[in-house]
């Protein structure tokens, strides 16, 4: 009986390593792929701050209420847009993401682009109408293919397909600290300036409803490239965590497991002794 359960233990303990090593090769390929993920991020945040200020102006100089991305409707269907991660392993940073939409969508009907291969299975397997399941790599989507689903997105507003479009991404802060947000990208909501804010004046040498009309594709691309850095920095960190964190607790257990081995193979030492000494006396 002996025998048996220290060949468990020790297939266990082996078993135990091949997962740690696992483990720990996406513990390492995560924190190689971070230094990146993060350079690209803080690169994409000063045209993202920057256009959204050139927004924020161009909406409070315009006067003309039928500007259609300024005007709120009866919301009949709402379009999110969902960044979620290209595969698990990440802790709860997928689940963080479907739970938020779920609370913010509650009853409302809605549709969905998803952006990231778990957020198109999700929502597939849901029954949700979806706008396109192009977009499941969240790690090699470039500006000029931000611009063309921000096409897509501005066009079915357009059209009435959907009455008002959400964002929902995961914004990183910290290695330790990682937040979904929900925001509104369309209609544009109309934020008053502060009392001591100092604007500076722009020039339009158009119409400042027509420079909406014409710059609305340009700036929820830039604002789309901008949450998709920030999430896959937050993907790749969450994950990161997860591996180092299973990779300690595969450590611990095969130090729990090694240490009942060792006692089981001195139990069976003590036993075999005990019956040579009582053959011996016999």
Known sequence: MAGASMKDIKLRIKSVESTMQITKAMQLVATSKLRRAKERMENSRPYGEISQQALIAAVRRCADQDVPYLTARPVKRRLYIVIAGERGLAGGYNNNIFKALAAHAGDTPFCALPIGRKAIEKYHRMGVELLSEEYN???????????????????????????????????????????????????????????????????????????????????LAGRLYSALCDSFVSEVSARRMAMDSATKNASAMISDLTLRYNRARQGAITQEITEIVAGAEE
């Open 137 to 219: 790599r969240v790690e090699s989507l470039s500006v000029s293919r931000c611009y063309k689903l921000a096409q897509l997105v501005t066009e079915g507003y357009l059209t009435e397909k959907y009455d008002d479009v959400w964002l929902v991404y995961t914004d990183f802060r910290t290695m330790m600290s990682q937040e979904v947000h929900t925001e509104q990208l369309l209609p544009v909501p109309r934020i008053p300036a502060a009392e001591d804010a100092r604007e500076t004046e722009t020039i339009y040498e158009l119409d400042p409803a027509e420079t909406l009309q014409r710059v609305m594709p340009d700036f």
